[in-house]
């Protein structure tokens, strides 16, 4: 059974910080990595994909791969009300390069 | 704009009845998905398709089936519909080999 684990939280961080949201998969095998933000009663939206060790950074996104850790994490640097939602990691592996989706991190950004 | 749709939006039925929802994307993706979400329980994959021809059972498909009219249109079918398949349910898109998705807006379907 692929497992994919987050903090469920919620995270409360003041507006201007730096939120930080884990998450670690147990397939050893695992191609793609995915941070995927869903606002309440809506639809996932896709915002990062990594797929090699080390950092990708998108604006105020920063994704972080460790495969031998088996951890992949997001940074959002400067955290914006707007911000507030659930953030979903999805591991994508296999031949059929399934995506295995964790329970999400609620993150709450306090004006 | 190039979009995933999903129809109904919300469908409230009862316990036996046969529901049908839909998916249509102008994406121009290969790859389609049917997903739902639980609280607490994130998104688990119901069925996925890569083409017209190929369709395969995802984690919990029991109690569901599905038909790929065309490149574009994925349908989900409850035969006898039950209230634990009370949920939100997502289309998803992909294409490529970092199968990215793309999620349409999702149906809210009550069982009762």
């Known amino acids: 059974q692929k497992e994919v684990e987050q903090n469920s939280g919620p995270l409360s961080v003041p507006e201007g910080a730096i939120a930080s949201l884990n998450c670690t998969y147990s397939d050893r095998g695992s191609q793609s990595f995915f941070w995927y933000r869903q606002y309440s009663g809506k639809s996932p939206e896709l915002i990062m994909s990594?797929?090699?060790?080390g950092d990708k950074e998108d604006g105020r996104f920063t994704a972080q791969l460790n495969k031998a850790s088996q951890y992949v994490s997001l940074l959002i640097r400067d955290s914006q009300p707007s911000d507030s939602a659930t953030y979903l990691c999805a591991v994508s592996s296999g031949s059929a390069r399934q995506l295995t989706f964790g329970s999400g991190t609620q993150l709450t950004v306090l004006p | 704009d190039a979009d995933v749709t999903q129809t109904p939006r919300n469908r409230i039925t009862k316990t036996g009845k046969r529901i049908m929802l839909e998916c249509s994307q102008t994406?121009?993706?290969?790859?389609m998905y049917w997903y739902r979400q639980d609280p607490g329980l994130g998104l688990r994959l119901i069925y996925y398709?890569?083409?017209?021809?190929?369709?395969n059972k995802g984690e919990i498909s029991d109690g569901y089936s599905v038909s790929r009219q065309a490149q574009a249109k994925f349908s989900l079918s409850l035969e006898s519909a039950i209230p634990n398949q009370t949920a939100l349910y997502f289309c998803?898109?992909?294409?490529?080999?970092?199968?990215?998705?793309?999620f349409g807006p999702g149906t809210r379907l009550t069982v009762l």
């Open positions: 998803a898109t992909s294409h490529g080999s970092y199968n990215e998705q793309f």
């Open positions: 990594i797929y090699s060790n």
């Open positions: 994406k121009g993706h290969d790859r």
């Open positions: 398709s890569f083409d017209v021809k190929d369709i």
